[in-house]
């Protein structure tokens, strides 16, 4: 999955990042064979790395045999086949901090959501140096609008029931999370000024038309209807992020929807098989970790 890097490092940085495979291959290290002679020699490019956001940064659910598969928190329902995880195990990070959690709001960054949490922004430092960012998916209100149209498409499920029932509401939802978007990522840089802060999309939920009911029950003429929502929503996010001096990583990558086959489905089903209910699964945070990586200058693991 190739991105262009639109990151800016610091120039120690960057040279770590060219160096290390230099100095690699005139020592003749292989990466695959000798792991730990290899970290000698290739410093990670970041140290501290904290990952906030809502359940499609969490996990909750996903299931797969890794050697070191973390139980999740309860209340946040994270685990460790999320993408967070992935990403630093990648990056060798010295410090990870993982303070997303499932059903979050953007005033779940500054306030408690649960008794046993702290604000999501609480694991941010000056010393931070990599931030990733899911976030206003709950705010726009993802979870109800699914549900309200799921039972107006049981009685018209070849039209467009759902559509006729909001409008234009969903466009002026997205557009009053702006300034809460954009506040978000203002007050990242305030608390962490040297961090390369990555906000990162929504994965496709359902495909461009038509759909998949009545295993996904959305009518026919609601698809496109809420696609675009979806499609709305990221481009939102992406200019507000962008202009706090963040970098969008885009994953909505088509093909990969509710509607597709679980060998290449990213994103579960309301019967998942791997996962929660209309939320990535282990392929789908595997994709986002790729897409993430690349903007990091990462190649993807294709051994996972």
């Given at each position: 999955?190739?991105?262009t890097?639109?990151?800016?490092?610091?120039p120690?940085?960057?040279?770590?990042?060219?160096?290390?495979?230099?100095?690699?291959?005139?020592l003749?290290?292989?990466?695959?064979?000798?792991?730990?002679?290899?970290?000698?020699v290739?410093?990670?490019?970041?140290?501290?790395?904290?990952?906030?956001?809502?359940?499609?940064?969490a996990?909750p659910?996903?299931?797969?045999?890794?050697?070191?598969?973390?139980?999740?928190?309860l209340?946040?329902?994270?685990?460790?086949?999320?993408?967070?995880?992935?990403?630093?195990?990648?990056?060798?990070?010295?410090?990870f901090?993982?303070?997303?959690?499932?059903?979050?709001?953007?005033?779940?960054?500054?306030?408690?959501?649960?008794?046993?949490?702290?604000?999501q922004?609480d694991?941010?430092?000056?010393?931070?140096?990599l931030?990733?960012v899911?976030?206003?998916?709950?705010?726009?209100?993802?979870?109800?609008?699914?549900?309200?149209?799921?039972?107006?498409?049981?009685?018209?499920?070849?039209?467009?029931?759902?559509?006729?029932?909001?409008?234009?509401?969903?466009?002026?939802?997205?557009?009053?999370?702006?300034?809460?978007?954009s506040q978000?990522?203002?007050?990242?840089?305030?608390r962490s000024p040297?961090?390369?802060?990555?906000?990162?999309?929504?994965?496709q939920?359902?495909?461009?038309?038509?759909?998949?009911?009545p295993?996904t029950p959305?009518?026919?003429?609601?698809?496109?209807?809420?696609?675009?929502?979806?499609?709305?929503?990221?481009?939102?996010?992406a200019e507000?992020?962008?202009?706090?001096?963040?970098?969008?990583?885009?994953?909505?990558?088509?093909?990969?929807?509710?509607?597709?086959?679980?060998?290449?489905?990213?994103v579960?089903?309301?019967?998942?098989?791997?996962?929660?209910?209309?939320?990535?699964?282990?392929?789908?945070?595997?994709?986002?970790?790729?897409?993430?990586?690349?903007?990091?200058?990462?190649?993807?693991?294709?051994?996972?």
């Open positions: 999955m190739p991105r890097s639109g990151i800016a490092v610091s120690f940085r960057a040279l770590r990042r060219v160096l290390a495979p230099l100095a690699a291959a005139a003749g290290v292989s990466l695959a064979a000798a792991p730990a002679a290899a970290e000698q290739e410093a990670a490019p970041f140290e501290h790395y904290v990952a906030l956001g809502d359940s499609f940064v996990g659910l996903i299931r797969e045999e890794r050697v070191s598969t973390r139980m999740p928190l209340g946040c329902m994270r685990t460790s086949n999320n993408y967070p995880t992935m990403l630093a195990e990648r990056l060798g990070v010295a410090e901090t993982d303070a997303s959690c499932s059903g979050a709001v953007i005033n779940d960054l500054y306030e408690q959501q649960f008794s046993d949490t702290r604000p922004f694991a941010l430092t000056p010393e931070t140096d931030v990733t899911g976030i206003s998916g709950n705010d726009f209100g993802f979870s109800d609008i699914l549900v309200e149209c799921a039972k107006r498409s049981l009685g018209n499920p070849l039209g467009s029931p759902c559509a006729d029932h909001y409008g234009n509401e969903l466009d002026q939802r997205i557009e009053g999370l702006r300034p809460e978007v978000v990522y203002a007050d990242i840089a305030e040297q961090a390369t802060v990555l906000a990162v999309g929504y994965l939920i359902l495909p461009e038309r038509w759909g998949c009911w295993s959305i009518a026919v003429g609601d698809v496109p209807f809420l696609d675009r929502a979806q499609t709305s929503l990221n481009r939102m996010i507000e992020a962008r202009a706090q001096g963040a970098v969008f990583v885009d994953v909505l990558e088509r093909g990969h929807d509710v509607c597709t086959s679980s060998d290449v489905r990213w579960e089903g309301l019967i998942p098989e791997n996962g929660a209910p209309v939320h990535p699964n282990y392929l789908g945070m595997r994709a986002t970790a790729d897409f993430v990586g690349a903007e990091l200058g990462l190649p993807a693991d294709e051994a996972a």
